[in-house]
């Protein structure tokens, strides 16, 4: 598995694989092909989706004078896949890189597996990572340390930071989101309603809600979020954390811990199976991210191993199947209401595990082989094209 540094990604939203991803693709090109003029062709999902997701805006943004081309067609290599083209002043072109956009804001380049991050853990599947820590008496976060680089806590503390500073602009800020659908940011009234007479558990919900919508809302506008393990779910672990910091008064060194747990679950599942909505559905994406969360809290109430393991599994397992369907392309409907479910479910998935874990019959590693069986046999339109479920549906009054 990758360094955690290669899942918890600080960058502009509102797709990491539609907007990291791209970006950092058209920036290696551009190094090593400086030219007048580019023209970019996007595949598949990146055709479908971009103009919602503001592919054609980032990849404008990188690129002196390019040409964005959309195209449906899908490429059987990977979903998410652009061509690059280098031109001269006459329109020659010059040099072609492609490259594919495998979620999270990660990119392989055609022909360049080597170039990829090198693995810098030794086991692969949470089995083997929970037999070593029990073998050495320690616990995740000691695990993550022993075989990340130097200067990870420097960075998780870097990550920490970004998802506060997400959740503080998405509160402060007011109005309508960017795009045709008119949707009004709630995070703000959300945050500030304080009814006397709320039960406990819809205050809850709400602030937790607040927390998610805050990032979410960020990150549809085109804001500096955490891939956790992507933008379209990167409000998930900041409401859980935030939610869990202020209920418990929890220490900064407490909050990058949870983080490196959250980290282990993600990267297992990005290295066995996929982060990706276009390539697995949002079960990738969402699920993923709140089997991180769920293990995060479960670590914050200083449960044991089988227990942290529980707790990710229920929380993937409850979102087997989840399809990904923006409404218009935007990052919006249903993925910023799916965030605050999503930190919510978390927070529940880990309490029935810290009650159950004793009687449990499926493990993690079993839940993640079967997430990614399921997005694979998930018909395409339903895997962030835009062309069915709810994007079908819906209609702009």
């Known amino acids: 598995m990758k360094s955690l540094r290669d899942l918890y990604k600080i960058g502009k939203g509102p797709s990491s694989s539609h907007t990291i991803g791209p970006e950092r693709a058209a920036k290696i090109f551009m190094q090593r092909h400086p030219a007048p003029r580019y023209r970019v062709i996007l595949y598949g999902s990146l055709g479908l989706t971009g103009r919602g997701h503001l592919t054609d805006k980032v990849l404008a943004e990188t690129l002196p004078d390019a040409e964005i081309v959309f195209s ?11 061509d690059l083209f280098a031109l001269d002043e006459r329109g020659k072109i010059k040099a072609r890189m492609r490259a594919y956009s495998i979620g999270g804001g990660s990119i392989r380049i055609e022909n360049e597996d080597d170039d990829r991050p090198l693995d810098v853990y030794p086991h692969a599947s949470f089995k083997d990572v929970a037999d070593y820590c029990r073998k050495e ?33 998405g509160i402060d800020a007011e109005g309508v989101l960017p795009g045709d659908l008119g949707l009004r940011r709630k995070a703000g009234t959300l945050y500030r309603m304080k009814p006397t007479d709320e039960p406990d558990e819809v205050g809850l919900t709400r602030i937790v809600s607040a927390y998610a919508f805050a990032v979410s809302e960020t990150n549809a506008s085109g804001g500096t979020v955490v891939t956790a393990p992507t933008c379209g779910a990167s409000g998930v672990l900041p409401a859980v954390l935030r939610f ?36 697995a559905g949002c079960q990738a994406e969402i699920g993923t991210a709140c089997s991180m969360a769920a293990a995060m809290h479960a670590f914050l109430r200083d449960a044991d191993m089988d227990t942290i393991e529980y707790a990710a599994e229920v929380a ?3 979102h087997l199947g989840l399809t990904c369907d923006p409404v218009l392309g935007y990052v919006q409907i ?4 799916r965030n605050a479910v999503a930190a919510l479910r978390a927070m529940d998935a880990s309490n029935i595990a810290y009650f159950s874990s004793a009687f449990r019959k499926i493990s993690f590693d079993l839940v993640v082989e079967t997430m990614h069986e399921t997005g694979r046999d998930l018909p395409k339109g339903y895997r962030e094209t835009s062309t069915k479920g709810l994007a079908k549906k819906y209609r702009l009054k």
Do not use: W
């Not at 320690?138 to 680089?149: G, H, K, M, Q, S």
């Not at 249903?334 to 209401?337: D, L, V």
């Open 137 to 169: 008496g320690i616990d995740l976060p000691a695990y993550v340390r022993r075989f990340e680089p130097d200067g990870l806590d420097d960075h998780l503390a870097r990550v920490l930071d970004a998802m506060d500073t997400s959740i503080r602009e």
């Open 72 to 82: 449906g067609d899908f490429v059987d290599e990977h979903p998410n896949t652009l």
């Open 316 to 318: 993937m397992e409850h």
């Open 334 to 337: 249903p993925c910023i209401e």
């Open 244 to 279: 869990m910091r202020d209920k418990h008064d929890l220490q900064r060194q407490a909050l990058i811990d949870a983080l490196a747990v959250g980290g282990i679950i993600g990267n297992i599942v990005k290295h066995n199976a996929s982060i990706s909505g276009a390539e």
